[in-house]
C-alpha cells in the first residue's frame, strides 16, 4: 500500500472538540483498510485567505498533518468524504515517495573490491592516513 499525507484544515474549536474531530476522521481512515502512521499538530494559525466552508467564513484554522497507508482503489472515495465532513475547512492529499523504492545509483567497484587489501586504492588510503605524524603537544 502507498503511503499519502493529507493536510487538513479544520474548524476553530476547543481541544475536547478537536479530538472528537480527528477521531472522526481516523475512523474514516481505519473503515477504508487505511493504517495510520502519524498524526501531527500543526497549530491553531490564521488563514492566508478567508475561507468559505458550509455556509460560513472561516479567517482562522486548526492545521493537521496525516500521514497513512491505504489501497489506490479506496483513495478515491476519500476526497469526496473530506468535502462531506463539516468540520473539514480544506485538505491536500498528496502521495508520499516510500524511502524502500528510493534507489540510489552505486556505482559498481566488483574488479576493485575483488583485489587482495594491498592492491586497492582506499586500503591505501588508510594506510597513508594512519602513517601520518601525529602532532606533539607543547607544555
Known sequence: ???YEVVLLT?????????VIIRRISDLLWSKKGLIRDIEFMGDLKTPVRIHAHGSYHWNALYWLLSFDMPVNLMRELPEEFKRDVDVLKFTLTRKKNEE???QKVECLL???SLPPAHR???ADLIKYGK???PSRQL
Open 121 to 123: 586504492q582506499d586500503v
Open 11 to 19: 474548524k476553530q474549536c476547543r481541544r475536547p472538540e478537536a479530538r
Open 132 to 134: 601520518r605524524p601525529v
Open 101 to 103: 523504492t528510493i534507489v
Open 1 to 3: 500500500m502507498p503511503t
Open 111 to 113: 574488479e576493485e573490491e
